[in-house]
RNA sequence: GGCGGAGUGGCCGAGUGGUUUAGGCAAGGGCCUGCAAAGCCCUGUACACGGGUUCGAUUCCCGUCUCCGCCUCCA
């Protein structure tokens, strides 16, 4: 089977062919950068990291534009409130994504463009707009004429007459439904000039001018949010089709992080921060978690659920360990067919995550019986599989944000390593009160023992 | 009002018109272990409700209930 994945404007499943053989092109909305980053948007993120690992590894050479929205009402809204400047007030929040992503494994995208640096683009989009009639000024403003385009509503299945009110009226709209491309520069608000007059970007119209710029007048595949299918989305497709462009070939929208059922957003209060479930769980745990369920199904976020992610991401990494640690480092191998067919099927990362638990306990299974070959040859494929993912527990990136491998781990090495030579000593003379003693006075410093077949090993309790 | 999604075993979470089990966590029983931990084996018989189609539906159709999202900024 071949990559299928959910098209958001057809509704359904189809086969995935890029417009150009070899090569795949993404442009995916990233953030508003007004606030810091909560679970929700970085779920977004995960889903589209895990989309361009996979098709990387079908042997796509993968170009990924994931925009950075730096103007826009709420970052003004809030820097002036925090007396702060609007733009430190973005680089800020950007910053924080950028943190957010990298700690939990997402790869750089080929560049993050900034809306505020593309104004040029826009311009010109504008100005074909309008002259092809789709687009007009009025007072300062441009809007979109939505009338004029009658494939309108086909992304999001909206009738264009069913369609409430929609954005607040502006002064010279012709159409309540229009849509604004260019906001007039109010009093003290930053302002770029156009042959229009000086003001800033309305919202959707960056993406068009950025993915276009980029990507060229037709790409591969587009995303984000649910919420975005309606308005943001039916509005770039709107204006750049009207100005002649093909645009995006496939959408693709992943659904949401609830608290208590309800959507995750600011305005509820109910958002958890990234930095402090950091504190609670390592990234590839909380990565775990966010990647395991199917990109469209939405995931109501609860700490026992969190646990139970992170139960099930140490079982693999336990195994991986006892592999390493009984024969030796274990290199990525290739991922299994199960594996293969769940991804290709949607991403359908539950059904490839027991692709994985399955090779995991085939290869305790090996261990056990002693069979060294296979069982390296499982933890090949589980670290070929969990790569894909981007959560295998041997990736050298979770280790750089744990700072292992210090001179301190050696140190501690060494201290725990001469007692459990004389725990060892101890069992050997059948002394398991020392014994016992030993391993409670390591457990008290946070260390776990655990004996094997082949002697005994420690780990740090995590957190 | 318009458009869309969801309701699965103790919990999380997939999937399918039947003949074979998702997977994980938790629970009970076993093996292993000085003990423990880890690991492995076994057990649980689920699919909101009411109709319909069918030889057969959790899986298709219709209706009902409940929940959620979008239509205004939103990942």
Redesign the pocket.
Known sequence: MSLHLYDTST?STREFHPARTGTASIYV????VQSVPHI??I??ALNFDVLRRWLTHLGNDVLLVRNV?DI???VLAKAKAAGRPWWEWAATHERAFETAYSELGCLPPSIAPRATSHVTQMIELMQRLIDAGHAYAAGGDVYFSVASFPEYGAL????LD???????AGEGKRDPRDFTLWKTAKPGEPSWSTPWGAGRPG?HLECSAMATFYLGPEFDIHG?????????HENEQAQSRAAGDGFARYWMH?S???MS?????KSLGNVVAIPELLTQVRPAELRYYLV???YR????F?K??L??AV??FR?IE??LR?VVQQTGGVEPGAPHPEFTAAMDNDL?T??A??AV??A??EG??A??SGDEVSARAAAGSVRAMTGLLGVDPLAPNWAQVAGADSGATRALDSLVGHLLEERQRA?AERD?GT??ML?DRLLAAGI?????PDGPTWTLKDN
């Open positions: 509704r909305c990233g953030a508003t929700g948007h779920r977004g929205t826009e009402d709420k999001s299945g909206q009738k069913a369609v409430q009110q929609g954005e607040s919202w984000g949010g649910m919420d975005l299918v309606f308005p943001h992943w949401w992080v609830t059922g309800e959507k995750m957003s395991g369920p199917h199904s939405t995931i109501e609860s026992t659920a646990d139970e139960a099930a079982r336990s195994f006892r359908a539950p059904s995550l027991a638990h399955n995991v306990r305790n299974v261990l056990d069992r398991f014994a016992d391993r776990t023992v655990e004996d094997t």
